[in-house]
């Protein structure tokens, strides 16, 4: 089974991919091609995405039983002894040397700034 997920993607991308795969949902395709055929489509997807973002998704043969690929996207496959794991940015760490504003409990700091 191979699932790629488009977002802001040319239209002419995902008509090609409706050749090979069933489009079950807007930018979302799912099929059954061969290994080589999968990896082919991966790579016009990779060259023809523009802008946008894609993801694959393909049975393989390991402990999940599948694996992906990622095109152009924030979050970033990590592997953790033997399993793939999603790594996602995290944008809300509070910078290393800033103080806590005035008035906040010991209790909040704690919780935002790790300190004492």
């Known amino acids: ?4 997920v488009l977002t802001n993607c040319p239209p002419g991308l995902r008509g ?12 979302v395709f799912i099929g059954n091609p061969s290994a080589r055929i999968r990896d082919a489509l991966w790579d016009e997807v ?9 993801l694959l998704a393909h049975t393989t043969n ?19 002894e033997g399993l793939t794991l999603i790594r996602r940015p995290n944008n809300n760490t509070p910078p290393q040397n800033s103080e806590p504003p ?15």
Do not use: C
Request: hydrophobic fraction near 30%.
């Open 46 to 54: 990779q060259q023809y995405a523009g802008q946008g973002r894609a």
């Open 102 to 116: 005035p008035g906040w409990s010991k209790a909040s700091k704690r919780r935002r700034f790790g300190r004492n």
């Open 62 to 80: 390991n402990e999940q039983g599948f694996t992906f690929r990622t095109h152009d996207h924030a979050w970033h496959p990590t592997d953790h």
């Open 16 to 27: 090609f991919l409706t050749r090979w795969l069933l489009e079950i949902s807007a930018g």
């Open 1 to 4: 089974m191979t699932v790629i």
